[in-house]
């Protein structure tokens, strides 16, 4: 959306523009438009949300062939069709200093590697999975508290600002693309529900990551040993050094966190989510709630 409204702040003419079709969201499950879409009609803009790309809706849609397509998160893979559609064929502005992170999840995938640095690429499409040639580059630090939604947003800022610097260039055809050294690639696959649990036998460092990258989606979660699930949605390292502890057990709760045996130190949780409640400070959560016996599964 951000990278929307900067081409049409540019100036640029854009006879088309494609979002997914309306998604159900929220408790309600209502049919919700994406923020794409709702920019996109507060411009004027002409818009379609085919289901799929492989039917041509978008050439009856677009008219005459675009000098460029413009592709950011959309979500599926453009048929050969579609990327030889545009005159200057098509970029994407992939959340990755590439060829590190292709895929689908290069953001949550970089904290929870421990990166210190990601950023955004502007990238020349071609059949494969982010294999293009890159156009230019723009990085930014990841901070050391940073989630995933925090960075993803910053990062969408980056992305318009990015694509504002490279588009006269790509337009004329001035700009030189180069080749990604594919021996230094690393896969960024999409999430899975499955990943949220921690595993205590892992560093408290590791599982902090864990935290900060899967928040807010598929978030963190633990269980204990007499039933009970919370969601994790912060965290910190109390203590990296060794604890005669087994992973898994409660050291201390107070209204300062939880804090949580692991294989590697001692990991604090500072704000969780019992099932069918708010995200609340673990304060809030103690004061109701008793862990006197209880221990995290590992």
């Not at 610097?165 to 693309?177: D, K, Q, R, W």
């Not at 087994?246 to 001692?266: L, N, Q």
């Not at 673990?282 to 862990?291: D, N, P």
Request: proline content about 8%; charged content about 20%; overall charge neutral.
């Amino acid at each position: 959306m951000p990278s929307l409204r900067a081409l049409a702040e540019a100036g640029a003419t854009i006879p088309l523009v494609l979002t997914q079709p309306d998604r159900p969201a929220g408790r309600g499950r209502q049919l919700t438009p994406s923020p794409v879409k709702i920019a996109a009609l507060e411009l004027g803009l002409h818009l379609a949300q085919p289901v799929t790309l492989r039917e041509p809706v978008w050439l009856a849609s677009g008219g005459e062939r675009p000098e460029l397509l413009v592709v950011i998160a959309y979500g599926l893979l453009l048929p050969r069709a579609l990327l030889d559609w545009p005159q200057r064929g098509c970029i994407n502005l992939h959340a990755s200093l590439l060829p590190r992170w292709r895929g689908a999840a290069p953001i949550q995938r970089a904290i929870q590697a421990g990166d210190a640095t990601t950023g955004i690429s502007v990238m020349q499409m071609d059949a494969g999975l982010d294999t293009g040639p890159v156009h230019l580059t723009r990085s930014t630090p990841i901070g050391e508290h940073e989630t995933a939604g925090e960075l993803h947003d910053r990062l969408a800022v980056l992305a318009a600002a990015t694509l504002t610097e490279a588009l006269p260039s790509l337009v004329n055809g001035a700009s030189v693309a180069t080749a990604q050294r594919h021996e230094l690639a690393t896969p960024a696959p999409k999430l899975a529900k499955s990943e949220a649990a921690l595993d205590w036998r892992a560093p408290a460092a590791v599982l902090v990551r864990q935290v900060r990258a899967f928040n807010p989606w598929p978030v963190a979660e633990a269980a204990l040993s007499d039933g009970r699930r919370l969601r994790i949605w912060e965290a910190a390292v109390l203590d990296a050094a060794a604890v005669p502890a087994a992973p898994g057990t409660i050291v201390s709760a107070s209204r300062g966190g939880i804090d949580v045996a692991t294989g590697e130190g001692v990991l604090r949780m500072l704000k969780i989510q019992p099932p069918s409640a708010r995200v609340m400070e673990v304060e809030a959560y103690l004061a109701a709630h008793s862990l006197a016996g209880a221990a995290f599964v590992a």
